[in-house]
């Protein structure tokens, strides 16, 4: 069956700290992965995608990047933490049927 | 570009029939999502529609016009746990899959 992981589960950063958050994809080939982060009480935001690996679709200019190392592995990335990157990051991966399939994400508070 | 819009909050009773609107601009999409998301969650799949007309999945269904640019998803005989946000997106052409989503429902069941 297919699974995705995605951790931590919560973390709390100071600012300028660095940042990497990871999520693997397991039971799939090649699948298309995503990085989505969620303000409190706001929609998804897309932050980056990827269709293969080395292959990256930067969707806002930020503070974070995103790397793709393996087929089945999808990093987010940040050198120095900004108190706006608080908030719940969600990695998913798209479905032969064309939906996503989310991590349980990752609750970033940056103090 | 898209831009997706859906009321910020609904309250129904418990027991009752809800229907959450989705109105959306856009140049062109595979298909339509509606995501459930509850408090402090990663987003569960709900339904999908490609063409247009009625899916109905037990007590959810949801409906696409493409021509009209609406959707809504219908919660039928609502329990205390379907309070939670209800997410509309839109899986743009040739844009490796990415979804599009709207800010997001808060429906509040009541008893």
């Known amino acids: 069956s297919q699974t995705i992981h995605q951790w931590p589960a919560t973390l709390v950063q100071p600012v300028g700290s660095p940042l990497s958050l990871e999520c693997t994809v397991e039971g799939t080939s090649n699948p298309n992965l995503y990085w989505y982060r969620q303000a409190a009480g706001r929609g998804l935001q897309l932050l980056f995608y990827s269709v293969g690996i080395g292959q990256i679709s930067s969707e806002v200019p930020q503070n974070l990047s995103a790397s793709r190392p393996q087929d089945r592995q999808f990093i987010l990335s940040s050198k120095k933490l900004l108190l706006s990157d608080s908030g719940f990051y969600l990695c998913?991966?798209?479905?032969?049927?064309?939906?996503?399939?989310f991590g349980s994400g990752t609750r970033l508070t940056v103090v | 570009g898209q831009n997706i819009d859906q009321p910020t909050e609904m309250t129904a009773t418990e027991g009752a029939i809800v229907q959450i609107n989705c109105t959306y601009q856009?140049?062109?999409?595979?298909?339509l999502f509606w995501y459930q998301q509850h408090a402090g969650e990663a987003p569960t799949f709900l339904s999908y529609?490609?063409?247009?007309g009625l899916e109905e999945k037990g007590r959810f269904s949801s409906f696409l016009s493409r021509s009209k640019g609406y959707s809504y998803l219908l919660l039928k005989e609502l329990q205390m746990k379907d309070s939670a946000s209800y997410l509309c997106a839109v899986s743009p052409y040739n844009q490796g899959g990415k979804l599009i989503f709207g800010q997001g429902t808060e429906l509040s069941v009541k008893p």
């Open positions: 998913a991966w798209s479905t032969t049927a064309g939906g996503y399939t």
């Open positions: 529609n490609v063409l247009d």
């Open positions: 856009t140049s062109g999409f595979n298909g």
